[in-house]
């Protein structure tokens, strides 16, 4: 008789997750129509190219963490690191937490597979450093493209 209680709400708490992901979809056909017109112009060079630069964020990402890894003698497959790499992205999507419920699925994935608690510390962290260091590295690019371009001043 306990468990009746605590399920009433399950019903309910579908129906307004059905409900939010129809008013989501319905506010989002202009974006779909946008997306749909974006499609029929695409240049398939320009296409295979932004594919490519994707992938190697995804192997970058891995070839990280298994450089960290390797020092610390835990051995982890290239192709699981790149699973784990796309792994992040989704939990990072699914959960938007700042990047931190893929990263502890990640950490979590690595020790399973035998890293020591550390060495998944260290490749984290090593991970997060070059992420931050990437993304300072385009900023410094993108000012300097539009102070060069005229679009602003030094």
Same mark, same amino acid.
């Given at each position: 008789? /306990?468990?009746? *209680? /605590?399920?009433?709400? &399950?019903?309910? &708490?579908?129906?307004?997750?059905?409900?939010?992901?129809?008013?989501?979809?319905?506010?989002?056909?202009?974006?779909? @129509?946008?997306? !749909?017109?974006?499609?029929?112009?695409?240049? *398939?060079?320009?296409?295979?190219?932004?594919?490519?630069?994707?992938?190697?964020?995804?192997?970058?990402?891995?070839?990280?963490?298994?450089?960290?890894?390797?020092?610390? %003698?835990?051995?982890?497959?290239?192709?699981?690191?790149?699973?784990? +790499?796309?792994?992040?992205?989704?939990?990072?999507?699914?959960? *938007? +937490?700042?990047?931190? +419920?893929?990263?502890?699925?990640?950490?979590? /994935?690595?020790?399973? @597979?035998?890293?020591?608690? *550390?060495?998944?510390?260290?490749? !984290?962290?090593? %991970?997060?450093?070059?992420?931050?260091?990437?993304?300072?590295?385009?900023?410094? !690019?993108?000012?300097?493209?539009?102070?060069?371009?005229?679009?602003?001043?030094?």
């Amino acid at each position: 008789m /306990s468990d009746r *209680p /605590s399920r009433n709400w &399950l019903p309910w &708490l579908l129906g307004v997750a059905a409900l939010a992901a129809v008013v989501v979809a319905a506010t989002h056909l202009a974006e779909e @129509r946008a997306f !749909v017109d974006l499609l029929r112009n695409v240049e *398939p060079r320009w296409l295979a190219v932004a594919v490519a630069l994707q992938a190697a964020t995804y192997l970058a990402q891995a070839t990280t963490w298994l450089v960290v890894l390797h020092r610390a %003698d835990a051995r982890v497959p290239f192709g699981y690191a790149c699973a784990l +790499s796309l792994q992040k992205l989704f939990v990072d999507q699914a959960l *938007p +937490s700042l990047g931190f +419920s893929g990263t502890l699925a990640v950490a979590r /994935s690595l020790q399973l @597979r035998g890293a020591a608690r *550390p060495a998944v510390t260290a490749a !984290v962290a090593v %991970d997060i450093g070059c992420y931050f260091a990437a993304y300072v590295a385009c900023l410094g !690019v993108a000012l300097t493209v539009l102070v060069a371009g005229g679009h602003a001043n030094s």
